[in-house]
């Protein structure tokens, strides 16, 4: 089946530990994202990258770091640095980044910072 | 600076009516538009896109209106059923955006039976 896969599914992580979140996508799109979710909110973008091996700060990408090495996989690096790091964690692709397509999503990982 | 407000934080409707959901826009250079579909704890889905060549677009019981000069757009489900409950996030986008999508906060229906 092709899709979007995260994982872990929930992340727990003590103050000050960098952690990183996996996104892997077999559906051959060229562009990927991050994005995070708190309540109340829309998702807000964290990175995007419409290529491999190039990547671009979104709204929110303080704290935060990304690399993509490889087509089908964009892991998302939470570091020590980002004050707020509990919330929901999203990583979408698209077929292109510049075309208006839709963008399909994985499951999500929750981290919670204890 | 909030570009796409879905002002409703939530809608209560009864089983078998309809369902509008609106959201507002603030930026003129967006002209595709989307509606995706979130279940607790998971990914949002694709719902319902238009073009802003377009004022409608309907795919069964989900319709999607888009008026421009007022910035503004909304999602018509009907008839509404239990299992529409979900949160419904609009979407933004325009060609200077490479793709990036810009979220409204999100409106939770509840479809009661």
């Known amino acids: 089946d092709g899709g979007i896969t995260q994982s872990p599914k929930y992340l727990f992580r003590k103050e000050g530990q960098n952690v990183t979140l996996s996104c892997e996508q077999n559906?051959?799109?060229?562009?990927m994202y991050w994005y995070r979710q708190d309540p109340g909110q829309g998702l807000r973008l964290i990175y995007y990258s419409q290529i491999v091996n190039d990547f671009q700060k979104g709204d929110i990408a303080e704290g935060y770091s990304v690399s993509r090495e490889k087509k089908e996989s964009f892991p998302l690096t939470v570091t020590s640095a980002q004050k707020n790091p509990t919330a929901f964690y999203l990583c979408?692709?698209?077929?292109?980044?510049?075309?208006?397509?839709?963008?399909?999503f994985g499951p999500g990982t929750r981290l919670t910072v204890l | 600076d909030q570009q796409v407000k879905q002002n409703s934080p939530s809608l209560s409707v009864q089983e078998g009516r309809i369902s509008i959901l609106n959201c507002d826009y603030t930026?003129?250079?967006?002209?595709?538009f989307l509606w995706y579909k979130k279940y607790p704890a998971e990914g949002p889905t694709f719902l319902i896109s238009i073009s802003s060549i377009k004022d409608k677009n309907e795919d069964g019981r989900f319709t999607v209106f888009l008026n421009k000069s007022a910035k503004h757009l909304s999602l018509h489900i009907v008839p509404s059923q239990p299992g529409d409950s979900a949160v419904y996030f609009c979407?933004?986008?325009?060609?200077?955006?490479?793709?990036?999508?810009?979220f409204g906060q999100g409106t939770t229906l509840q479809v009661k039976p």
């Open positions: 930026n003129s250079m967006f002209d595709y």
């Open positions: 979408a692709s698209s077929r292109q980044g510049g075309s208006y397509n839709e963008q399909f």
């Open positions: 979407a933004a986008t325009g060609s200077g955006n490479t793709g990036k999508l810009i």
């Open positions: 559906l051959n799109h060229d562009a």
